[in-house]
């Protein structure tokens, strides 16, 4: 089984900062992609950013130049460095994480999800 925790979600005015962290542990062998994923209120769920363990990043457009995602492969850790928010940026974030098991099958996880809300 794996888990994967999510922490640093809150209450930030336009033009701040967040910084979310999610960390998997359990029954891991290795981890493939990383991500970040959001939901707002009667929209779908959407790809925010994404790395993949060499380190390749990709960013949904909204957020290209604001957001910065990094991951600790050590950790199994992955973390989102939010800048310059935005009131629309206001969702749950959910990480997600392509965990390789010891038999080397791959399945996806998801966070429990951590609220992010900006005020304008």
């Known amino acids: 089984q794996v888990q994967l925790v999510e922490s640093g979600g809150g209450l930030v005015q336009a033009g701040g900062s967040l910084r979310l962290s999610c960390a998997a542990s359990g029954f891991i062998f290795s981890i493939n992609a990383m991500g970040w994923y959001r939901q707002a209120p009667g929209k779908q769920r959407e790809l925010v950013a994404a790395v993949i363990s060499s380190g390749s990043t990709n960013y949904a457009d909204s957020v290209k130049g604001r957001f910065t995602i990094s991951r600790d492969n050590a950790k199994n850790t992955v973390y989102l460095q939010m800048n310059s928010l935005k009131p629309e940026d206001t969702a749950v974030y959910y990480c997600?994480?392509?965990?390789?098991?010891?038999?080397?099958?791959?399945?996806?996880?998801w966070g429990q999800g951590t609220q992010v809300t900006v005020s304008s």
């Open positions: 997600n994480a392509d965990v390789v098991d010891f038999r080397r099958r791959e399945y996806p996880y």
